[in-house]
């Protein structure tokens, strides 16, 4: 499909990653040809951009056609270089966040002391003392994650007020690389959901249209990066809650290995499956973000021993970047997520970002994961069942508010009554029915072989295969309110992602184009998964990806 007609700036962005050309599942376009058609795309929206950059009413920062750069990095040599101050980065942050909270609805609680702690990141820099990696960097939280004297509610109205009295892991390493928490964003009931529809206090709107949903379930911190309400976020991922909405949004999403970064104040979910992940505008960004959360906790015992790499130091710059820099790379297309079901502006968007991987030097090869579409079903069965344990700690008694009653099991009755919402109930109840007695070898066992299975695949894949590549979701962002009353339609969406959680391994999710949709089009997320404790690889190659890509911007209209 052409790209539409430039009306407006905005516009313009539709266009940005967009071949001219369609493809169908068996176009192979010789790679001389794609690359022309790609040259003459190139130079006829620079033209473009030239032209509406005369607008006076335009900002030129806005139509900047350069790859991405770190927000991160940025901020720390304006400091050292004594540019700017982290307070006036900081009044920046917060004049947007003030401007857009309105519309958008990314935080459920913002920080008091954000200027104040800004301030004294100054100090430490007129002092002439060392900087930490996140020095003045502002980083968003989602609610699921505990921070010190800072609400954490986990989206829900049963832990309304609950102020920890600590850090989650993750957390306390930010603050000791320099990081300020801004807030703490907005997410689906304990991390059940995938559109923060399931919020028990508001709903998120996607920068990109705000008629639409972020997605879930860390909406919030991916909306927030979109809209540049603060400069990275951490979100959790237990079937794809961190990759989804970065798809929705447009922005960089890393699920780490299960085991790399410390669960220690994470809200448990599903235990075997949470991990936590952040959010990027950048490639290096969130590898920077990786670099310092990561690591072994003693308060986390599944947490890894294995050595963390610095992972911004395998992402060179693009003046050291050959012609062909992946030359050698075999990447396999799952060839179940680029059927039946999948939107076919996804499915176009994809296999162009496939050919850009082509054009760098990688070997693309269609594979087969037998088991992939039992990966759903399963992660259902198992995510409930552990929800249903986790989740009876919600009691009145030892957690949560506790309703005003008389008889103690009308204590805990009405306390998770009043307390949780419909979605984390059906789920409770779905968890308890597949582990009563008579019914646990039916779902549960049946649902652990069938995740033995699906790791074998993808071991056998990835032995093959250095990177695996599909969707993030099947679809680009749809309607606020559109899948509501329909729980299997939107369970569905999760289809793309619930199985790498299943197997454990790491997987980006890297912005690769938009389909039609809103006044500017909605993003497309190309999502790399690689074998356990390969999150160097997916970033060197994420990073390559996104620094090549034609006209690579995905900055929302809101903006």
Same mark, same amino acid.
Request: net charge negative; with cysteine; hydrophobic share 35%.
């Given at each position: 499909m052409p790209p539409p007609p430039v009306r407006s700036p905005s516009r313009l962005l539709l266009c940005h990653c967009r071949l001219p050309f369609h493809i169908s599942p068996q176009t192979r376009l010789p790679l001389s040809h794609n690359s022309s058609v790609r040259r003459r795309f190139h130079c006829s929206a620079v033209s473009a951009v030239s032209a509406l950059s005369s607008d006076p009413q335009i900002a030129p920062t806005d139509l900047t056609t350069t790859p991405p750069s770190s927000h991160i990095l940025s901020i720390r040599e304006s400091l050292l270089s004594r540019r700017r101050t982290a307070a006036d980065v900081a009044g920046e942050y917060l004049d947007r966040l003030r401007r857009t909270e309105p519309h958008i609805r990314s935080f459920l609680h913002v920080s008091e002391t954000t200027?104040?702690?800004?301030?004294?990141?100054?100090?430490?820099?007129?002092?002439?003392?060392?900087?930490?990696?996140?020095?003045?960097?502002?980083?968003?939280?989602?609610?699921? /994650?505990?921070?010190?004297?800072?609400?954490?509610?986990?989206?829900?109205?049963?832990?309304?007020? %609950?102020?920890?009295?600590?850090?989650?892991?993750?957390?306390?390493?930010?603050?000791?690389?320099?990081?300020?928490?801004?807030?703490?964003?907005?997410?689906?009931?304990?991390?059940?959901?995938?559109?923060? +529809?399931?919020s028990g206090f508001q709903v998120t709107a996607n920068p990109w249209d705000i008629s639409r949903v972020p997605g879930g379930s860390s909406g919030g911190s991916a909306a927030a990066v979109s809209a540049k309400q603060c400069v990275v976020s951490l979100g959790s991922d237990t079937g794809g809650s961190v990759r989804q909405p970065a798809s929705f949004c447009g922005v960089v999403g890393l699920k780490p290995t299960y085991g790399r970064v410390s669960r220690f104040g994470l809200m448990a979910y599903a235990s075997s499956l949470d991990v936590i992940?952040?959010?990027?505008?950048?490639? &290096?960004?969130?590898?920077?973000?990786?670099?310092?959360?990561?690591?072994?906790?003693?308060?986390?015992?599944?947490?890894?021993?294995?050595?963390?790499?610095? %992972?911004?130091?395998?992402?060179?710059?693009?003046?050291?970047? +050959?012609?062909?820099?992946?030359?050698?790379?075999?990447?396999?297309? !799952?060839? +179940?997520?680029?059927?039946?079901?999948?939107?076919?502006?996804? &499915?176009?968007?994809?296999?162009?970002?496939?050919?850009?991987?082509?054009?760098?030097?990688?070997? !693309?090869?269609?594979?087969?994961?037998?088991?992939?579409?039992?990966?759903?079903?399963?992660?259902?069965?198992?995510?409930?069942?552990?929800?249903?344990?986790?989740?009876?700690?919600?009691?009145?008694?030892?957690?949560?508010?506790?309703?005003?009653?008389?008889?103690?099991?009308?204590?805990?009755?009405?306390?998770?009554?009043?307390?949780?919402?419909?979605?984390v109930k059906m789920r409770i109840l779905m968890g308890t029915y597949a582990l009563s007695a008579g019914y646990y070898d039916a779902y549960y066992k049946r649902a652990q072989q069938v995740r033995t299975l699906i790791r074998k695949s993808f071991k056998d894949a990835l032995e093959k295969m250095d990177i695996l590549v599909s969707p993030a979701v099947p679809s680009p962002a749809y309607k606020i309110g559109e899948k509501v009353n329909d729980p299997l339609a939107m369970y569905a969406g999760d289809i793309m992602t619930v199985n790498v959680n299943l197997a454990g391994l790491p997987a980006l999710v890297v912005p690769?184009?938009?389909?039609?949709?809103?006044?500017?089009?909605?993003?497309?997320?190309? *999502?790399? &998964?690689?074998?356990?404790?390969?999150?160097?690889?997916?970033?060197?190659?994420?990073? /390559?990806?996104? *620094?090549?890509?034609?006209? %690579?911007?995905?900055?929302?209209?809101?903006?």
């Open positions: 200027m104040r702690e800004a301030e004294e990141v100054d100090r430490l820099v007129a002092s002439g003392k060392d900087l930490g990696p996140l020095a003045g960097v502002l980083v968003g939280v989602k609610d699921n /994650i505990c921070t010190a004297g800072m609400p954490s509610t986990g989206g829900s109205r049963i832990l309304e007020g %609950y102020r920890p009295p600590f850090d989650a892991t993750a957390v306390r390493k930010l603050k000791e690389a320099g990081a300020i928490v801004i807030g703490k964003t907005n997410m689906d009931e304990f991390g059940m959901g995938s559109t923060t +529809e399931g992940g952040c959010f990027g505008a950048s490639v &290096i960004d969130s590898a920077i973000v990786l670099n310092v959360v990561s690591g072994h906790d003693r308060f986390d015992s599944t947490s890894s021993t294995h050595e963390v790499p610095d %992972y911004a130091s395998f992402l060179m710059s693009t003046d050291h970047f +050959e012609s062909t820099p992946l030359k050698g790379l075999k990447v396999g297309m !799952i060839r +179940e997520t680029i059927g039946d079901g999948v939107d076919v502006g996804v &499915i176009s968007s994809i296999k162009a970002a496939a050919l850009h991987l082509e054009e760098l030097g990688a070997t !693309i090869t269609e594979v087969s994961l037998p088991s992939f579409s039992l990966g759903l079903p399963a992660y259902y069965v198992l995510a409930s069942s552990e929800a249903s344990s986790n989740l009876s700690r919600y009691d009145g008694v030892r957690y949560g508010n506790r309703a005003t009653v008389d008889e103690l099991n009308s204590l805990y009755g009405d306390s998770r009554a009043d307390g949780l919402g419909p979605e690769c184009g938009f389909v039609e949709g809103g006044s500017a089009g909605l993003p497309v997320g190309l *999502q790399m &998964i690689g074998s356990s404790f390969s999150e160097e690889k997916l970033l060197r190659i994420g990073h /390559i990806f996104e *620094q090549t890509l034609p006209n %690579y911007r995905f900055v929302p209209p809101l903006l």
